[in-house]
């Protein structure tokens, strides 16, 4: 049981380079979750998704979009890499005791 | 708004001293849900508590203890005993029930225990 797992663990991008974070979860939950974590910022949500074929912005949406094909699969993209999107992003599932469980993260570096 | 408030930026403590980091809440919900996380030098984030807002009962996990209040709007932490390996940074965050159920983070707290 993998849990949440997230593809790649490190990028270097630079500006203005596309590429899309994979995540997946073999719990069948039904919401998942992206976050990205600055120093001293704690976590915000990009944009979550509440079922399968469903997504929505949270509070970080600009210069990313998401999609939710399949109900295991969240996936992260970034048409036009800016430098201020550097940071680590975190995907994460919700349990039907409302718990999110995250994945290892993945550090991303725009140039 | 919501909003979680972990005031403690770093703590340092040597082995074996016991250590609390605290939080703080808003919200203008009734029903709500608490949660700490530990993140270690590695990097991934390891849930620890999830606490319901009509569940005021402080919990105990081995040298691990939280203390609820909802009169102060707090969700305090408590090692005992602390140990190098609890040396992380520690997030407390706050998840109103709603159709989002988004998790509102502290900024965190980091610990170091030194040996």
């Known amino acids: 049981n993998a849990g949440v797992t997230q593809t790649p663990k490190f990028r270097v991008l630079k500006t203005g380079q596309s590429m899309t974070l994979l995540c997946a979860q073999d719990?069948?939950?039904?919401?998942m979750y992206w976050y990205r974590q600055d120093p001293g910022m704690g976590l915000r949500l990009i944009h979550y998704s509440v079922g399968e074929g469903t997504t929505a912005k949270g509070e970080v949406p600009d210069g990313y979009n998401v999609s939710r094909l399949k109900k295991q699969n969240f996936l992260l993209g970034l048409e036009s890499a800016a430098p201020s999107q550097t940071s680590v992003y975190f995907c994460?599932?919700?349990?039907?005791?409302?718990?999110?469980?995250f994945g290892p993260g993945t550090r991303l570096t725009v140039l | 708004a919501q909003k979680v408030t972990q005031a403690q930026t770093e703590i340092s403590v040597v082995e074996k001293e016991d250590v609390t980091l605290d939080c703080v809440y808003e919200t203008r919900d009734t029903t709500y849900y608490l949660f700490w996380y530990k993140q270690p030098p590695s990097g991934e984030l390891v849930f620890l508590i999830r606490r319901n807002s009509f569940d005021e009962q402080n919990e105990i996990s081995g040298r691990y203890s939280w203390n609820f209040q909802k009169s102060t709007s707090s969700f305090n932490f408590t090692i005992t005993a602390s140990q190098v390996v609890d040396s992380a940074v520690y997030f407390c965050a706050l998840s109103e029930v709603t159709l989002t159920d988004k998790l509102i983070f502290g900024t965190g707290t980091r610990l170091q225990v030194f040996p």
């Open positions: 719990m069948n939950h039904e919401y």
């Open positions: 994460a599932s919700r349990s039907s005791t409302d718990t999110q469980y």
